[in-house]
Structure formats: structure tokens, C-alpha cells
């Protein structure tokens, strides 16, 4: 009887890399490789829905979360090239707000129903940690069940740096405050050949790892990502890949993966293309097939279209992230996607796509309550 994995199914060299996933064997740094440069793509999507099934049967997560970003001023302005999001202080474009505009703002339209406030921003120059730990404590005050997942490992190291403390002083203070776990951005390509070009100067590979680390020491967990389809190599992102299994191997302090696509608008890479949704499966697929001890892998919607996430879902995805309400890092950088989906429409996408909708809390716990709490 063949099986969907039987190997001759596949066409070469996914073929080794099929016998390796139906049995159980961890692919090594050649079969990362074949899967960032095969031209079968809907092969590779196979496969790593076939692993998906696996984890997570017909289930499709999503959460009910708003962004916050209470500050795009940052002093790497000009040292993330990719970033259309960061600005200096005086720009048309810079914000700063007050603790009391962020607490509306976290208010707005059905703030008591989200479960999760993502929150990051620019490394603002004047601003405190103590400014953020008072700004943590006033939203768990206002929001006492809503987990906050804050600050990529930038940021974290930002706070060090400025406060003259160690990582493990600001995540200890921070986790006093309301912390509940970090966000996967800041990693982008980990290799120095690309991070010189692309972040020059910025938290280094070796350094985004210590942060994750010590955190995971800690019990906060977080996600991880990779920032693709801009001056990267395949071989770069076999490596970020790889040091991110090897992490989550000491650890297993990551929850999720988010492969992030690259939006050429507004900023100081001078690319002017988007990725194709070709790409975007590709490294979705590649991801479940290589990070085989990171339980979940999201396709953020926002990024790259409820559409195309439809399709991710049967590409290795599990997770489609949440509504958001006002995204603006991916909108400044050209996204033409929606800022904000509502609870019952993440589910009807999730439906319609064949997949059974899941609303998870942020560390993947699941959630039952009536969808007109937050339709
Ligand atoms: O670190 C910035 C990326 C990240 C651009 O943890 C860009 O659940 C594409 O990390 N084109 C922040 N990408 C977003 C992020 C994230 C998003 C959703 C969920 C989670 C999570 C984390 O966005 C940055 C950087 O890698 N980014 N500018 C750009 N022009």
C-alpha cells in the first residue's frame, strides 16, 4: 500500500528527504538546502503537510490580540535598512506616546475581549525602562488577563545597554511588571554576510541567541523568525534555521516560527520586490520540514493575505496569528492587506480552507467562548 510519504512519489531530491520525514529522521544541512532551491514546491508542500497533520491533525490556530507599538522613534533609524517603520526624532512620521495614549489605545474597539497585546517598538533614545515597566504594570491594571508578549530581543538589549544592566536584571524586572513572553522579531538573517548589509551594527546573531536563551532560563517563553526575500542566500537561511533548532534543542523555550516576507516600500534597502507567494510557501513549507522540535509555525496574515494563508494552512502552517487591529510595520512598508480582522471572519477563512478554527491564547492554550464575545 503506498502511503502519502512513500518516497517514490517524490520526484529527486525530495525523495531522500520523504523516507527521512516518514521515518522520523531529523534533516540535516543538505536536505535544508534542497528544500530552500527545489523547483517542486508543491511537492515540499506535501510533505510538510503531511507533518502538520501530524502535530496538529485538522486544527488551525488563531487569537484574538491587538498590536501596540508605542514608539517608532529608534536610534537604529539608519542602521536597519529594511525597517520602514522607524523614524528620528522630529520626522513627519515619529510618535511617541504617553502611558494614557497607550491605555486607550489598547481600549479601543474591544480591548477587554483581546487575550494578547502584542507590543514592540523602536529603540527610543530617552524613554526608560522604568517608562515601560510603569507602562507594562498600568496595562495588566487595566487588562489583568490579557498576556503581554513584548519587546523583541532588541529591544531587550537596548534596555541593557541604556540602563547599564544585564539581560537577565531587565527580563527578571520586566517579568515582575506583566511580562508574559517575548516576540520572534529583531532575528532576521543571522548571518554576519547579510546582517552587515541589511542591520549593520545592530544585536548580532550570538547576542538575539543569549537574549531567547536566558529568557527561555527563566520560563518566558517566546516565538522566532526569519526575515526572507531581500539579499539573503539559501545557505544563509539553512544556517539561521539551524542555530534556531539548535536553541530550541537546549531549551524548548519557542513556541512558534514566523517566516517573515520582506516589503520593499519606504526605506533605505533600494529592492523593489516583493516575494512571490511561490516563496512565501516555500520557506513556510521548508520551515515545519526542518524545525521539526518547534511546535508551531504561523502564517501571519497580515503579511502575506488571509488568501495566501488559506493555502499555508495545507503548506505546514498551523497558526494565522490574530485580528491585530491596527497593524503598522508591514502597512508602512507597503502591505496591502487589511489592518484588522474580526474573530468570526478568522474563522470562516480558517473553514473555508478546510481546517477545523482553534482560538488559542498566546502560549497555544485552547480558548472556548461564544464568537459573538468578539465577532
Ligand atoms: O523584526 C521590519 C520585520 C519584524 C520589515 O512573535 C519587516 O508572534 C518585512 O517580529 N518587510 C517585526 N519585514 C514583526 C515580528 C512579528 C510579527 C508577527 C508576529 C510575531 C510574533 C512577530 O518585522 C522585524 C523585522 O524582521 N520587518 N521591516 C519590512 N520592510
Known amino acids: 500500500m503506498t502511503t502519502a510519504l512513500e518516497p517514490s512519489r517524490f520526484p529527486e531530491p525530495l525523495r531522500e528527504i520523504a523516507a527521512k520525514v516518514r521515518d522520523g529522521v531529523r534533516l ?12 517542486h514546491v508543491l511537492h515540499l508542500g506535501r510533505l510538510a503537510g503531511e507533518v502538520r497533520r501530524r502535530l496538529h491533525g485538522d486544527v488551525a490556530y488563531f487569537n484574538v490580540n491587538r498590536h501596540i507599538n508605542p514608539t517608532n522613534i529608534c536610534v537604529y533609524t539608519y542602521n536597519c535598512k529594511f525597517c520602514s517603520f522607524a523614524a528620528l526624532p522630529g520626522e513627519d512620521h515619529a510618535w511617541a506616546m504617553t502611558h494614557d495614549e497607550v491605555y486607550e489605545h489598547a481600549a479601543k474597539q474591544g480591548g477587554n475581549e483581546v487575550t494578547e497585546f502584542h507590543i514592540v517598538g523602536g529603540l527610543h533614545p530617552d524613554l526608560s525602562l522604568e517608562w515601560y515597566l510603569e507602562m507594562m504594570r498600568g496595562l495588566k491594571e487595566r487588562f489583568p488577563d490579557a498576556h503581554l508578549k513584548a519587546f523583541t530581543a532588541i529591544e531587550i538589549g537596548w534596555f541593557a545597554q541604556h ?39 545592530k544585536l548580532d546573531a550570538g547576542e538575539w541567541i543569549e537574549v531567547h ?19 539573503e542566500r539559501p545557505e544563509h537561511k539553512v544556517d539561521h534555521l539551524l542555530r534556531l533548532r539548535a536553541l530550541q534543542d537546549d531549551t524548548g523555550g519557542f513556541n512558534c516560527f514566523i517566516p517573515l516576507a520582506y516589503h520593499p516600500e519606504n526605506n533605505y534597502m533600494g529592492l523593489k520586490f516583493h516575494t512571490s507567494g511561490t516563496d512565501d510557501l516555500r520557506h513556510l513549507a521548508t520551515a515545519r520540514l526542518v524545525l521539526d522540535n518547534v511546535p508551531h509555525l504561523k502564517a501571519y496574515w497580515i503579511m ?24 503598522t510595520i508591514y502597512h508602512m512598508a507597503g502591505a496591502e492587506t487589511e489592518q484588522q480582522i474580526g474573530r468570526a471572519e478568522l474563522e470562516r477563512i480558517v473553514r473555508a480552507a478546510g481546517y477545523r478554527p482553534i482560538e488559542r491564547d498566546t502560549l497555544y492554550n485552547p480558548l472556548s467562548r461564544p464568537v459573538a464575545a468578539t465577532a
Not at 540535516?28 to 523547483?39: G, I, K, N, S
Not at 513572553?181 to 541589511?198: D, K, N
Open 28 to 39: 540535516d544541512e543538505a536536505d535544508a538546502l534542497a528544500c530552500f532551491e527545489t523547483p
Open 304 to 327: 502575506i493575505s488571509p488568501k495566501l494563508a488559506q493555502v499555508a494552512l495545507s503548506f505546514g502552517a498551523d497558526d494565522i496569528d490574530g485580528t491585530v487591529v491596527e497593524e
Open 213 to 231: 536563551r536566558i529568557a527561555h532560563g527563566l520560563g518566558i517563553p517566546s516565538n522566532c523568525t526569519m526575515l526572507y526575500g531581500h539579499v
Open 163 to 201: 540602563e547599564k544592566i544585564s539581560i537577565e536584571e531587565v527580563l527578571l524586572r520586566l517579568r515582575d511588571a506583566g511580562l508574559g513572553s517575548l516576540p520572534g522579531g529583531g532575528a532576521e538573517i543571522f548571518h554576519s554576510e547579510v546582517r552587515e548589509i541589511i542591520c549593520d551594527g
